[in-house]
């Protein structure tokens, strides 16, 4: 895998940054879902609460990746 700039090969790189976002897409959902059920859109709020459970989902699936290239040969120096 490619090493750039940073010291991370590139994989490690977008799981770090996939990550990252769905995290934190995660916790602005959450006003998402107060907003839908202070309108009165119980609906919308279900709706938001499973797209914020995907995006956690997504995290914990990045985070096990990451753990399994933290124990590999395949990445780069910053991971090991």
């Known amino acids: 895998m490619a090493t750039g700039e940073t ?10 940054s996939l990550q990252y976002h769905s995290l ?8 998402y879902v ?4 202070n309108a009165g859109r119980d609906d919308i709020a279900e709706f938001f609460e499973q797209v914020m459970a995907q995006d956690s989902e997504r995290a ?3 985070h096990r990746f ?10 780069g120096p910053a991971m090991r």
């Open 34 to 37: 107060r907003d839908a059920r």
């Open 60 to 62: 914990a699936t990045c």
């Open 7 to 16: 010291g991370f090969d590139d994989v490690s790189f977008d799981l770090i």
């Open 24 to 31: 934190k897409a995660g916790h602005d959902y959450g006003q």
């Open 66 to 75: 990451l753990g399994e290239l933290t124990t590999s040969s395949e990445s």
